[in-house]
């Protein structure tokens, strides 16, 4: 699924950013964008996940650290580059998944002065486009007659979310989390949406064998469109030539994700 959904190496974490930085992944999922750095001549990567991941690749693996108890977990420890890819699109404390201000709080704590924070995130988007009913409505109503969107919101765990017209949605609301920031000791150097998630649509329809041949296919045509689009004005139209040649080898629904990066003051 890794590979199908996201595209978010280079783009993430630009080689010279990770050379020479000690560096700590937080909720490292996978563990490719730890390695990658890692092999881009960080001095050190502390990736953190629920169960430590095998072998020598450079990357010192840590378990137990949540959102809420970085600064307990790693205490005395401090990062010239801190990135969590994917965890912040959960914008309320609901079950063990803190919200923005506590996070950013929480990583202010152990990122050195004129340290980075880079943060990758599902964008909110709303499914009404316009509300004309005062009342919001019933979620579950809006998602079965959305069944593309509700594989999405269920695969992700999305809790739903109000727009600025009090539109249904669901991911992280772009201001909200600028003012968490802003608010916890950050200046934001650069916004951008770096690509869509591109969720599959049908799973059960694939086999094992049908995914490892698809793969590559849907990588190519990611890194053909868009690993060297430089230009923010060009990169809707590469998105959309690039969605638009994905489509007929993969069925899915495009969401936006967006990346920040943000300097410690």
């Known amino acids: 699924m890794r590979w199908l959904v996201y595209y978010l190496l280079e783009d993430l974490?630009?080689?010279?950013?990770?050379?020479?930085?000690?560096?700590?992944?937080?909720?490292?999922?996978?563990?490719?964008?730890?390695?990658?750095?890692?092999?881009?001549?960080?001095?050190?990567?502390?990736?953190?996940?629920?169960?430590?991941?095998?072998?020598?690749?450079?990357?010192?693996?840590?378990?137990?650290?949540?959102?809420?108890?970085?600064?307990?977990?790693?205490?005395?420890?401090?990062?010239?580059?801190?990135?969590?890819?994917?965890?912040?699109?959960?914008?309320?404390?609901?079950?063990?998944?803190?919200?923005?201000?506590t996070m950013s709080a929480e990583f202010a704590e152990v990122i050195r002065p004129g340290g980075r924070l880079v943060v990758a995130f599902h964008e909110f988007v709303a499914i009404e486009d316009q509300p004309q009913e005062p009342e919001i409505?019933?979620?579950?109503?809006?998602?079965?007659?959305?069944?593309?969107?509700?594989?999405?919101?269920?695969?992700?765990?999305?809790?739903?979310?109000?727009?600025?017209?009090?539109?249904?949605?669901?991911?992280?609301?772009?201001?909200?989390?600028i003012n968490s920031l802003v608010g916890n000791g950050f200046a934001i150097e650069s916004t951008s949406h770096v690509e869509p998630f591109t969720f599959p649509l049908h799973l059960d329809r694939y086999t094992d064998t049908d995914l490892d041949a698809l793969i590559p296919d849907v990588m190519e045509i990611k890194r053909r469109w868009l690993a060297h689009v430089?230009?923010?004005?060009a990169h809707p139209s590469a998105i959309r030539q690039m969605l638009s040649e994905l489509a007929p080898i993969m069925p899915h629904v495009a969401w936006p994700i967006v990346r920040v990066v943000a300097r410690r003051l």
Not at 26 to 35: N, V
Request: net charge negative; proline share 10%.
């Open 137 to 177: 409505p019933d979620i579950e109503e809006v998602l079965a007659s959305r069944p593309e969107l509700a594989q999405v919101v269920r695969f992700l765990n999305l809790p739903p979310r109000e727009g600025p017209f009090g539109q249904t949605g669901f991911g992280l609301k772009i201001p909200m989390f």
């Open 13 to 101: 974490v630009p080689p010279e950013m990770a050379a020479g930085a000690d560096i700590l992944d937080f909720s490292a999922g996978l563990g490719d964008l730890s390695r990658y750095m890692a092999e881009a001549g960080a001095r050190s990567v502390l990736a953190t996940r629920p169960e430590p991941e095998p072998g020598d690749d450079g990357v010192e693996w840590l378990t137990g650290v949540a959102a809420g108890n970085v600064v307990q977990c790693l205490s005395g420890r401090t990062f010239d580059l801190v990135v969590a890819r994917m965890v912040f699109q959960f914008p309320t404390w609901e079950g063990d998944r803190a919200d923005p201000d």
């Open 230 to 233: 430089s230009d923010p004005y």
